[in-house]
Nanobody
Framework: QVQLAESGGDSVQAGGSLRLSCAAS????????MAWFRQFPGKEREGVAQ????????KYADSVKGRFTLSQDNAENTVSLQMNSLKPEDTAMYYC??????????????????WGQGTQVTVSS
């Protein structure tokens, strides 16, 4: 199994920035891609950004394109989501996910079976 540990959630004002990190451990050979999802109260979890480890290829949801950047850190199997120009509607619980894919865009919850515990992001107006 792959274990995921998220960090970086906080409360910020609109227009501010936050950086979320996710570190994978355990059976990381089962992982070639990591992603961030978010969940609003009473809503389904939605994909935000995905990265293929090694190549660094990324995919983004339209709602965050141009504001969020997902990158791989120097530490192995660690990724960071840089969130700029935050809006109150970005307020949600953010979850890290890991999976293995042959390629393509994978931002559906059902694509992943390894999840972190989540970290709260709150953006006030």
């Amino acid at each position: 199994q792959v274990q995921l540990a998220e960090s970086g959630g906080d409360s910020v004002q609109a227009g501010g920035s936050l950086r979320l990190s996710c570190a994978a451990s355990g059976h990381t050979y089962q992982t070639n891609s990591m992603a961030w999802f978010r969940q609003f109260p009473g809503k389904e979890r939605e994909g935000v950004a995905q990265i293929y480890l090694g190549s660094g290829s990324t995919k983004y949801a339209d709602s965050v394109k141009g504001r969020f950047t997902l990158s791989q850190d120097n530490a192995e199997n660690t990724v960071s989501l840089q969130m700029n120009s935050l809006k109150p509607e970005d307020t949600a619980m953010y979850y890290c996910a890991a999976g293995w894919f042959l390629g393509g865009r994978h931002l559906a919850r059902s694509d992943y079976n390894a999840w972190g515990q989540g970290t709260q992001v709150t953006v006030s107006s």
